[in-house]
C-alpha cells in the first residue's frame, strides 16, 4: 500500500511520517535548513501487517503544489495532516480538494500537535473536520489526535495504517506495464536509477522497457520494490529501476515521464476527458481557456474546451485538452487542471479518450461515443461502443494498458461479435444490420443497373451503417464472400446471383460478333476495331458490350484489342494440358504451343500471358507448366 501525505505547511507532516517509520523523509541540506519539504520524500516501513507500507511525503506550501501533484498519483490512502492549533488551513482544502478530484476513497485524518490544544478544541475541530470531508470522496475518514513530540496518538495511528494495510485491495497486475517516473538519479555502481509508483502491469529483471513520451529504451538490470531488492515489481509498488541503454542517462529521464511496456508508446497532445469543475471559481470554463495539466508526475500547459454544453463552477462535463507538450497517457488517468498561473487548482478529472478528433469534436455521435467510453469497466465501455460504431480492439487494449487475456476476457463478458477477417468488434445487432444493408444495397443496385457488374467497394463502404474503416472493410467484405453472400468482382462487388444483363439492342450487336470469333479463324480472331468497321458500330460501345459478355462468361479478353469465345479458351487450356503431358516434367514452351494454334506467335504470346495472369500457367524462363491449383478455371468439375 502507498500511503499519501496531505496537508498545510507547518502541520508536521514529514514530523509524522518519521514518528511512524523512524525515517527523515526530508532529503535535501535546503529542506532541513528551511524547516519545510520542498521536494518528494519516500519511507517505509512494516506496521504491523506483515507487508511493507510505503510513504510519499509531499510539499505543503502553496508554491510547491506542483509537487504535491506529481506524488499525489498512484496513492492508495491519502493522510490528510491538520494541526491542532492552525486547524484548516488553504492548503488544507486545495489539498483535500486535489484528492476528491483524483478520486482517492480511502483516507485518515492525522490531527497533529494535538497536545497544544485540549480537549474542546480537538472536538469542535473534529466536527470541523468532518463537516468538510463530507461532500468529498473522504467523507467518513477516521479522525485521530496524534503527536509526533510527545508519540500520543501514534501508536493508535499506526494500528489505524496497518488494519487499512491489511484491507487493501492488491491492484491487478495483469495489464501492461506502466510506472510513473517522480525521481531519476545517478546511483554510484548501478548508473541510472529511476523511481516511482507502478500504476499497473508488472516488471521483471531483464525486461525491455522503453521511456515515454521520449522515446528512449532500457534494459531492467536492478528492482528494488517498497525499498527491498527483488527480482519483480508489481501494480501498487513504489519501485527504483536500474536501467541501462544507448542514451539512458539521469539527465534524459525527468519526472513526468513514464516507464511502460514497449508496446504501449503513443504520446498525445490532444485528449477527450470527464472535467469537473471546483465550485470555488468564479466563473464558468472558458473556450479554450489556458491551463495547467497535471497527469501523474507530468506537467504541461494546455488549453481546455468544454464539449456538452457550458462548465459552470460545480459542474461536470465532456472536454477536450490541447496540450502544449506531448505526454504518456492511458484511459482512466486522473488529472487536475491548475490555472495558467499555477496558483489555484482549478478542476480535474479522468482521460476518456487519447484519440480525440480536431473537428466534429462535439457532435452527437461523438459525445454519445464518449459517454461509452468513460464507463470504467472495460467489458461496459465495449459493448457499449459497440452498440454504435466498430471498435478497434487493438486501439481499445493499448489505451486502456490491457495485455491480450484482458481484452478476451472483455470480449467475452461483452459478448460482442468480432467481424471475421478484421480486428474489429460490433454489437451482434449492429453486425446483423450491416450484413442486411450489404445484401440490401446490392440488390437495389442491381435492379436499378441490370447491366453493371457490380457497385464499387468504396461506394459501397460509404453508403453502410456503421461505417467500416477502409481496411476494416477489405477483411469484412473478404469474409463475407468467403461465406457465400457476395461476389467479388475486381473493384466491384455484386450478389452471387448476379449477372450483368445487355439491353437488347446490345444483345442484338453482339449476335452479329460472336460467329464472327468462331470457326476456323477462332485462334485468330478479327481486332476489335476491325469489327466496328465491319459493323459500322461504334468501337467503344462495342468493347463496352464484349467486356460484359466476358463478365457473363461468353468470351474471354485475352489482350487489349482481342477477345476469344469462350469455348476456344476451353479448347485452348486443353491443348495446354496436352502439351504439358508429353512435355519433360510437364514444361513445355510457348513456340509449341503456337504451332498447335497454327497461329502467329504475337497472338500465341498474348493467350499464354492471359493464363499467366490468371495462375493456371506457371512461367519459369522460357518454360510453363500447368498450375493444378488453378486448373478448374475452365473446367468446373476439375477434370
Not at 527491498?228 to 536501467?243: P, T
Amino acid at each position: 500500500m502507498i500511503v499519501g501525505t496531505a496537508g498545510h505547511i507547518d502541520h508536521g507532516k514529514t514530523a509524522l511520517v518519521k514518528a511512524l517509520t523512524g525515517i527523515d523523509a526530508d532529503r535535501l541540506a535546503e529542506e532541513k535548513a528551511r524547516g519545510i519539504t520542498i521536494e518528494l520524500g519516500f519511507a517505509y516501513a512494516d506496521l504491523g501487517a506483515g507487508a511493507v507500507t510505503g510513504f510519499v511525503d509531499v510539499p505543503g506550501h502553496e508554491k510547491f503544489v506542483h509537487t504535491m501533484l506529481a506524488g499525489a498519483g498512484g496513492i492508495d490512502l491519502a493522510l490528510l495532516v491538520v494541526a491542532a492549533d492552525d486547524g484548516i488551513m488553504p492548503q488544507t482544502r486545495e489539498h483535500l480538494a486535489i484528492l476528491d478530484l483524483l478520486g482517492i476513497g480511502r483516507g485518515i485524518v492525522a490531527l497533529t500537535k494535538s497536545d497544544l490544544a485540549d480537549a474542546a478544541r480537538i472536538a469542535t475541530l473534529g466536527a470541523e473536520i468532518a463537516a468538510l470531508l463530507a461532500p468529498t470522496t473522504l467523507a467518513g475518514a477516521p479522525v485521530l489526535p496524534v503527536s509526533a513530540l510527545s508519540g500520543v496518538g501514534i501508536g493508535d495511528l499506526r494500528d489505524a495504517l496497518a488494519q487499512a494495510e491489511a484491507q487493501a485491495i492488491r491492484r491487478a497486475s495483469d495489464g501492461r506495464f506502466r510506472l510513473a517516473v517522480d525521481r531519476s538519479f545517478t546511483l554510484t555502481g548501478a548508473g541510472t536509477v529511476v523511481t516511482g509508483t507502478v500504476l499497473s502491469g508488472q516488471v521483471a529483471l531483464g525486461d525491455q522497457i522503453l521511456i515515454s513520451p521520449s522515446g528512449l529504451s532500457a534494459r531492467v538490470r536492478g528492482i528494488h520494490a517498497q525499498n527491498r531488492k527483488a527480482e519483480q515489481g508489481f501494480a501498487g509498488q513504489r519501485c527504483a529501476l536500474n536501467l541501462t541503454g544507448d542514451g539512458i542517462s539521469r539527465d534524459a529521464i525527468s519526472r513526468g515521464q513514464v516507464a511502460l511496456d514497449p508496446a504501449l508508446h503513443a504520446p498525445t497532445r490532444r485528449m477527450d476527458v470527464e472535467l469537473r469543475l471546483l465550485a470555488t471559481e468564479a466563473r464558468a470554463l472558458q473556450p479554450w481557456q489556458p491551463v495547467h495539466l497535471h497527469l501523474g508526475a507530468a506537467e504541461t500547459s494546455a488549453r481546455v474546451i468544454a464539449l456538452d454544453g457550458p462548465l459552470l463552477p460545480g459542474g461536470a462535463g465532456l472536454a477536450q485538452i490541447a496540450l502544449d507538450h506531448p505526454i504518456a497517457a492511458n484511459v482512466g488517468d486522473r488529472f487536475i487542471l491548475r490555472d495558467i498561473s499555477a496558483r489555484r487548482t482549478i478542476g480535474g478529472g479522468r482521460v476518456v479518450d487519447l484519440r480525440a478528433p480536431l473537428r466534429r469534436r462535439a457532435a452527437p455521435e461523438r459525445l454519445a461515443a464518449l459517454r461509452a467510453m468513460a464507463l470504467s469497466d472495460p467489458a461496459r465501455a465495449l459493448a457499449e461502443l459497440a452498440r454504435h460504431a466498430p471498435v478497434d480492439l487493438d486501439d481499445f487494449a493499448h489505451d486502456r494498458a490491457m495485455a491480450p487475456a484482458q481484452l478476451d476476457r472483455a470480449i467475452a463478458d461483452s459478448a460482442v461479435a468480432v467481424i471475421a477477417g478484421t480486428r474489429l468488434a460490433l454489437a451482434p445487432a449492429a453486425l446483423m444490420a450491416l450484413r442486411d444493408g450489404v445484401q440490401a444495397g446490392l440488390a437495389g443496385f442491381h435492379d436499378e443497373n441490370p447491366d453493371l457488374q457490380g457497385l464499387g467497394r468504396e461506394r459501397l463502404r460509404l453508403m453502410l451503417r456503421p461505417r467500416l474503416p477502409r481496411e476494416g472493410f477489405a477483411g469484412f467484405i473478404r469474409a463475407e464472400a468467403e461465406a457465400g453472400r457476395i461476389t467479388l468482382d475486381g473493384a466491384f462487388v455484386r450478389l452471387p446471383g448476379h449477372i450483368p444483363q445487355l439491353t437488347p439492342t446490345d444483345e442484338a450487336l453482339l449476335a452479329q460478333v460472336l460467329p464472327r470469333l468462331g470457326g476456323e479463324e477462332r485462334f485468330r480472331p478479327p481486332r476489335v476495331r476491325d469489327l466496328a468497321g465491319d459493323l459500322a458500330a461504334d468501337e467503344t460501345d462495342l468493347r463496352r458490350i464484349l467486356r460484359m459478355a466476358a463478365r457473363q462468361g461468353r468470351v474471354d479478353q485475352i489482350a487489349h484489342d482481342h477477345f476469344f469465345l469462350r469455348a476456344t479458351t476451353v479448347e485452348m487450356v486443353a491443348i495446354l494440358r496436352e502439351l504439358a503431358a508429353a512435355a519433360p516434367e510437364g514444361w513445355f514452351t510457348a513456340p509449341g504451343f503456337r504451332d498447335r494454334l497454327q497461329n502467329g506467335r504475337k497472338v500465341a504470346i498474348q493467350a499464354l500471358d492471359f493464363f499467366d495472369r490468371l495462375g493456371l500457367t506457371l512461367r519459369r524462363g522460357d518454360l510453363r507448366r500447368i498450375n493444378p491449383h488453378r486448373i478448374d478455371l475452365f473446367t468446373p468439375d476439375g477434370s
